[in-house]
């Protein structure tokens, strides 16, 4: 206990026993006899109800302590009718002193000290009671009146103020909390019941005046009402306690451990009126403690062992979650509280909630955590962490849209030349050491705001989005020995004055690119070949940059020069992309221009047919038979391509209800450009197409590329859910090349994922295409999606595939792409060697063809 209190404590038991000794050597007036009682047997009478009224108590929690209510004010009121007001302290004494016998045998209460000042306070209360009444002239053994019943009550409520105000001071002490929090809970549960005193204690003077034997039918009255307030109080004790249960879990989800264990700390405090709340929480790194008390304070800190407090009491729940020990909660109540403590329940239900809340924080952060991972790598080259070509083109755009319209911006692309002598003369390791430390070299070279980019095996890109000015140059070391890998290029005049900064710049990164550069302990020097390509921000997009700066580069390889600059003149790009247009109007009004091969994904297990992709041909009159790589960007980009797109999903859905008449439901894949998925008009097209060619939506796999993951336009959701709504099926194509797929799989659900041919290629000697493959194909069995392997070309492949889980496969393993007038033959084909149980082999799939 502190100091306060002691002096407390020790102030109300000094002017308790003064009162009583006071009241006893004070003169007496009035009769010697009351009721015909004898004064002994008064005595005995008026300290026998003062200890029954205090042994039949309820116990009412209030904030960090508790407060009892009892029968006292109805014990006083027969006192002071039996006896003068001057000895009601003495006897008031006498049955504290007997009631807190009775409870120490029962070993109700534990503390000595407590039992003192309670008994102390009962006295002072008395004592205020005898006070008032001497004051308003109330005389023992008159008959009662109104007037009587009325100086009766004040007297009653004059101890009912002590006797509480006592207890209130004594809890705003000890837990340094203010009175006024204390003092309304504290006369909210004792108001009813003095109500219920004064009634009592008037009814048994009325029937002492009649007869006292009377008072036998007032105790069965007395112990019914003393259950059914007791009861009362308990309900509405449990309610308010399984409300702040409520409260206090519904708090307890928190983004981390840490925020659920300061809430775990909170929320105890409150829910069981502690002094002080500790929460242990075991982490990696060992055991953190969070401990609230009631200065409002969440600390965290590592667990220190502290000497017991001998005025508190400890209460422990170990927090087990999924059989894994997440750490304990600790409850410190003051002593009289924590000899009380009935909810042991609610304090085992609070640490299972607790324990629950910590384990799924636990669970969400090592989520978010392989999230980021995972965005990261899908974002990052994992061989020299820099910027990969899709999130370069993303955030390239970003970058060029941030800038005014005429804003210089400017690509370097960084070819390195015969990076292939290297990997045969010394390995693929030292290949990797090399390009790794040309990337540590283009990142010092590369300035605040430029995007720095490895876009395939030997080619970096840098974008330059400011003006070229001045630099500090770093320091050249000396000239070491080393092993050419490339011939010696014709030493180059020194450029010229008027030549462009951009150029410089170029220039200046080539040869520092060039210095010797230490490679498995071997000096090593390479040369690269640098395209160049500079226009306003707003006149090119970072892909057709791309394209522009590998122009320039492979112009400057063919001239052996070692930078050359884009020229748009000399681009015949341009000039095709234009009279393609012109000439695609024409092909989608011909009958024999735009042809569809089709291509079936098998089972990789039994090889039956689990889909058809539908590939656009273009047998040109002049230019001969052209592949999608040759036209289709140059239709994504001009107004034809919503006519382009129906055309070929029009050509699909009717061959598939031409094997579906033949009895063959195997789905078709047609392929959607990124700008399909901002015409809003595209879900009504489809869904007339199907209706068109009585094919069911679900035999309709519409295949999205990662570029269409990129977006997240209201229009693109809009029209993925139109087309979900009609049944059609969704299919993320190349799945694992981009940085974008984890965020889309997650935002839009799709019905298949399409592994790209570069992780199949490389799994047999890439354990990080094979982990790739392996991560695809258990994200696809989570999202209940089809995993599709493209470029599956040997049987090696195929047995690898299967081992991993995977769906089904495509590529020329299986069979190459036909023509519409030999789909169904070879579909059948395939469905029957399946049911045969054998699997289609190439020249089988040729034959077919």
């Known amino acids: 206990m502190t100091r306060a209190v002691r002096t407390l404590h020790a102030s109300v038991l000094a002017v308790a026993l003064t009162s009583a000794l006071v009241g006893l050597l004070l003169p007496v007036s009035g009769p010697s006899t009351a009721d015909g009682l004898p004064t002994w047997l008064r005595w005995i009478v008026v300290a026998g109800l003062v200890a029954c009224g205090q042994l039949a108590r309820v116990r009412v929690q209030v904030a960090t302590g508790s407060v009892s209510v009892t029968w006292g004010e109805a014990a006083l009121l027969v006192g002071l009718h039996l006896l003068p007001a001057q000895w009601l302290p003495a006897a008031t004494a006498a049955g504290a002193v007997l009631a807190w016998t009775v409870l120490s045998a029962g070993r109700v209460h534990r503390a000595t000290a407590e039992a003192v000042h309670a008994g102390s306070s009962l ?37 009912l103020v002590v006797s509480v105000g006592l207890a209130v001071i004594t809890l705003a002490l000890r837990h340094e909390l203010p009175i006024a929090v204390l003092s309304w809970p504290a006369l909210r549960v004792k108001l009813p019941l003095f109500a219920g005193n004064v009634l009592v204690g008037l009814a048994s003077i009325a029937v002492i005046e009649v007869d006292a034997r009377w008072l036998v039918f007032i105790l069965p009255t007395l112990w019914f009402v003393h259950n059914a307030y007791g009861h009362r109080l308990r309900d509405e004790e449990n309610k308010r306690t399984w409300i702040t249960f409520a409260a206090a879990t519904g708090a307890l989800d928190g983004p981390d451990q840490q925020a659920v264990a300061t809430a775990g700390a909170e929320g105890a405090l409150d829910l069981f009126g502690a002094e002080r709340v500790e929460v242990d929480v075991v982490t990696a790194g060992g055991t953190n403690r969070y401990t609230a008390d009631r200065n409002g304070l969440v600390v965290a800190a590592p667990p220190v062992t502290e000497p017991s407090d001998p005025d508190s009491v400890l209460f422990a729940r170990s927090l087990i979650a999924a059989e894994r020990d997440l750490g304990e909660i600790r409850v410190h109540f003051p002593a009289s509280t924590g000899a009380a403590f009935r909810n042991e329940a609610v304090l085992s239900a609070y640490g299972d909630a607790l324990a629950l809340a910590l384990g799924n924080a636990a669970i969400s952060g090592q989520v978010h955590d392989l999230t980021e991972q995972a965005v990261y790598q899908a974002a990052h080259d994992p061989l020299t962490e820099l910027t990969n070509r899709v999130a370069l083109l993303a955030e390239g755009d970003q970058a060029l849209g941030e800038l005014d319209r005429d804003a210089p911006a400017a690509l370097l692309l960084f070819d390195v030349d015969r990076l292939k002598r290297v990997n045969e003369a010394m390995g693929h390791a030292a290949g990797d050491v090399l390009l790794r430390g040309l990337a540590e070299r283009l990142l010092a070279l590369a300035r605040p705001g430029e995007l ?6 030997d080619a970096f890109a840098l974008l330059l989005t400011a003006a070229d000015g001045p630099r500090a140059s770093r320091a050249t070391p000396p000239p070491r020995p080393m092993i050419a890998v490339a011939p010696e290029r014709p030493q180059e005049a020194p450029p010229a004055p008027a030549e462009p900064p951009i150029l410089r710049r170029a220039r200046q990164i080539a040869q520092r690119l060039s210095e010797p550069l230490d490679v498995c302990d071997v000096p090593m020097s390479v040369e690269v070949t640098v395209g160049v390509a500079v226009s306003p921000a707003a006149a090119a997009d970072m892909a057709e940059r791309v394209r522009q700066a590998e122009h320039a580069m492979y112009r400057a390889k063919s001239a052996n020069i070692r930078i050359a600059a884009y020229d748009g003149a000399a681009d015949s790009t341009t000039v095709d992309h234009l009279s393609l247009l012109a000439e695609m109007r024409t092909a989608l009004v011909a009958d024999d221009q735009l042809v569809l091969d089709l291509q079936p994904a098998v089972d990789l297990a039994t090889g039956a047919p689990t889909g058809v992709e539908a590939l656009i041909r273009w047998e040109h009159p002049r230019r001969g038979l052209l592949t999608p790589v040759d036209f289709v960007r140059a239709v994504e980009e ?6 382009f797109t129906g055309y070929v999903l029009d050509q699909a859905l009717s061959t598939a209800g031409e094997w579906r008449v033949q009895g063959l439901d195997v789905p078709i894949s047609v392929n959607l450009s990124a700008r399909n998925l901002l015409d809003p008009r595209l879900p009504g097209e489809v869904g007339a197409l199907l209706r068109r060619h009585h094919v069911p939506a679900h035999l309709l796999v519409l295949e999205i590329t990662e570029t269409v993951a990129m977006s997240r336009t209201d229009v693109v959701d809009e029209v993925i859910d139109g087309l979900r ?3 059609v099926q969704l299919s993320l194509d190349d799945f694992g090349t981009g940085f974008s797929s984890l965020s889309f799989v997650t935002r839009i659900p799709v019905d298949e994922l399409k592994v790209d041919r570069s992780f199949v290629r490389d799994m047999a000697d890439s354990a990080r295409a094979t982990a790739v493959i392996r991560a695809t194909v258990e994200l696809g069995r989570r999202l209940n999606a089809r995993v599709v392997a493209e470029g599956v070309e040997t049987a090696d492949q195929r047995a690898a595939l299967v081992s991993l889980g995977c769906d089904s496969g495509q590529g020329y393993h299986f069979c190459r792409p036909v023509r519409r007038d030999k789909i169904i033959m070879l579909l059948r084909t395939l469905r029957d060697s399946a049911a045969r149980a054998t699997v289609v082999p190439l020249r089988a799939a040729d034959d077919a063809s």
């Open 123 to 159: 006295v002072a209360g008395a004592t205020a009671a005898s006070v008032l009444a001497l004051a308003i002239g109330l005389t023992p053994g008159t008959a009662l009146t109104f007037a009587g019943a009325l100086q009766l009550t004040a007297a009653a409520l004059a101890y």
């Open 638 to 643: 001009s107004e034809l391509l919503a006519r």
């Open 725 to 727: 709504d009609l049944g």
């Open 452 to 457: 720095l980019a490895r876009l395939d095996g």
